[in-house]
Each structure stands twice: as C-alpha cells, then as structure tokens.
C-alpha cells in the first residue's frame, strides 16, 4: 500500500488553475522531485497535501486514508512534515526550542521522548553545535537546516521539502542532499520542489513536471528533463541543464 496517493486533486483560485486532475503516489522511502515554471502550482500542490489549502475535488489520501479535509496540525501528527521555502522560525527562541515545540506539537511527544527526538534532529542536520543559539541569528544554510530540522522532529513519514536548497552554495547544497539521501534510509519518503536540478538529480530517482497544475512528465529524472513537453513548457524548448542552480 502506498503512503501517500493523490487522485484526481484538482484546485483553482477564481480563474487561475493550480491543480488539475493531479494524480500519483508515493511509497515508503521514495525520492521524488517537483518541477515546473514559477506559477507552475508546485508550493499549491504541498499546500494541498499538508492541509495549508483545500482542493476543490479529488482524493489525498495517507496510509490508505482520505485526509483531504484534516487540518495542517492532524496532517503533521498523522506523519506528514514539510518545509517552507522562506525559513519560518521562532526567531526569538533558541534553536533547540525551535526543534522541541516541532517534537511535541507535531509528533505528540512528552518529556525525555520530545527532548531525544529534536536533539536527534538537530543533530543529523549538523545543528548540535548551535542548539542554545536564537534561531534570529542564523545565517541562511543554518536556517534551512533549522528548517529541516524542524520538520524531522514531527517524525513524518512523508516529508515534503519547498526549494531547500535555493541560496545555498555548491558546498552547501552537497552537504544538504547528503542529508536528504540518508533520510531514505529509515523509509521517510521524500516529495522535493527544486530548481537547483543537479541536487534533484544526486537523489531522487523520479520527477514530476507540473506546468499550470497539470502534470506534464512523470517518470525517470532525465527521460522525463529530455522530453519535448518539459523543454517546451518548463523552459520553452530550451536544453534542461543539469548543472543548473
């Protein structure tokens, strides 16, 4: 059974569409990208799954459950995490603090329990060093980590990234998807907007085109960055460069 199934997920504010017929799932440790033009609908579509916006039709459904009309917080405790593409921190709370409030208010954990979880978090996400730092005083890599931390320590299953790697250098990016690959390996499936192709290329094994809420390729990274849809609609008709950031 897949984890996450989306069917027929359609959405539109008045005239614009942002989601059209979307349809495709995810199962335990898969790594899949999100791409498309700005406008695209592709933040609209993880609103859509975490709760942030609600579809005009269709089915989202989580562990063989129809959760299209939970809240974000029942979503995130069900096991749903996400990230947001501008950092949103407790900026006048430590980054420790930032990590336990994720802990337990998104997985409902209580006492030592809550502790271990977001120390781990901060941990893998090289934050340890900076736990009693405000989380104001951060400098951008910092508070993507933070961000990502943030979004461990609810114990998701499925854990949707928003352009985690825009602004970072080369050097950061590397060390980011590092992170991200060995999430795979405790089975958290992985659903990650970027433009930065070459870290959606190191790690995930699937990419999903969206272009006016409509997915255009679904399939393999570089079939799907080769077709004649995608170069046309996503970059009009231009060659996708892997390298590009």
């Not at 199934?5 to 335990?28: D, H, N, P, R, Y």
């Not at 939970?70 to 405790?77: N, V």
């Not at 420790?96 to 901060?122: M, P, T, W």
């Not at 499925?158 to 999430?183: H, M």
Request: aromatic fraction near 4%; hydrophobic fraction near 45%.
């Amino acid at each position: 059974m897949s984890l996450l199934q989306l069917e027929g997920v359609s959405k539109k504010f008045g005239q614009v569409v942002v989601g059209e017929a979307i349809t495709f799932q995810l199962m335990q440790g898969d790594a899949v990208g999100i791409v498309g033009p700005n406008g695209a609908g592709k933040t609209s579509l993880f609103g859509m799954i975490s709760g942030d916006i609600s579809p005009d039709s269709g089915v989202i459904s989580f562990e063989g459950e129809n959760v299209a009309r939970l809240s974000p917080a029942k979503r995130a405790r069900a096991g749903i995490g996400r990230t947001y593409q501008v950092p949103r921190p407790f900026e006048h709370m430590t980054v420790f603090e930032n990590a336990l409030v994720a802990a337990q208010q998104g997985a409902r954990a209580r006492g030592h329990k809550s502790y271990d979880i977001a120390f781990g978090a901060l941990e893998r996400t090289g934050l340890g060093p900076l736990a009693n730092r405000p989380a104001g005083s951060l400098t951008l890599l910092h508070r993507k980590r933070l961000e990502l931390a943030r979004a461990l320590s609810t114990s998701p299953r499925v854990l949707l990234l928003d352009e985690i790697a825009g602004g970072l250098t080369d050097l950061e990016v590397n060390e980011l998807t590092t992170i991200i690959r060995s999430l795979r390996a405790d089975g958290i499936a992985v659903l990650w907007i970027e433009h930065v192709v070459r870290a959606l290329l190191s790690t995930v094994d699937r990419l999903i085109c969206l272009a006016s809420g409509v997915v255009v390729a679904d399939g393999e990274p570089k079939e799907v960055l080769a077709s004649d849809a995608v170069r046309f609609v996503y970059l009009g008709g231009k060659r996708i460069d892997e390298d590009a950031s």
